[in-house]
């Protein structure tokens, strides 16, 4: 996140956004699941499911470590 949007409440220094395809995923990711990337897990803090025609297609996720 860049410093505006950071208000040390809901998105703290460190917090990371990811745009994640959910093509193909058997669950929606929610808050308090993890994210593994390599060897650094983080925790999904927020997750929206923009939709376009109806459809989800991505998940715009608000990460912490």
Same mark, same amino acid.
């Given at each position: 996140?860049? %410093?505006?949007?950071?208000?040390?409440? !809901?998105? !703290?220094?460190?917090? =990371? %956004?990811?745009?994640?395809? #959910?093509?193909?995923?058997? #669950?929606?990711? /929610?808050?308090? =699941? &993890?994210? !593994?990337?390599?060897? #650094?897990?983080? %925790?999904?803090?927020? /997750?929206? #499911?923009? %939709?376009? /025609?109806?459809?989800? $297609? $991505?998940?715009?996720?608000?990460?912490? &470590?």
């Amino acid at each position: 996140y860049d %410093e505006k949007r950071i208000d040390g409440t !809901i998105v !703290i220094k460190g917090d =990371m %956004e990811a745009v994640l395809s #959910i093509k193909g995923l058997s #669950i929606s990711p /929610a808050p308090g =699941m &993890r994210l !593994i990337d390599g060897t #650094i897990d983080y %925790e999904v803090i927020r /997750a929206s #499911i923009p %939709e376009v /025609a109806g459809l989800g $297609v $991505v998940a715009i996720l608000q990460l912490r &470590r």
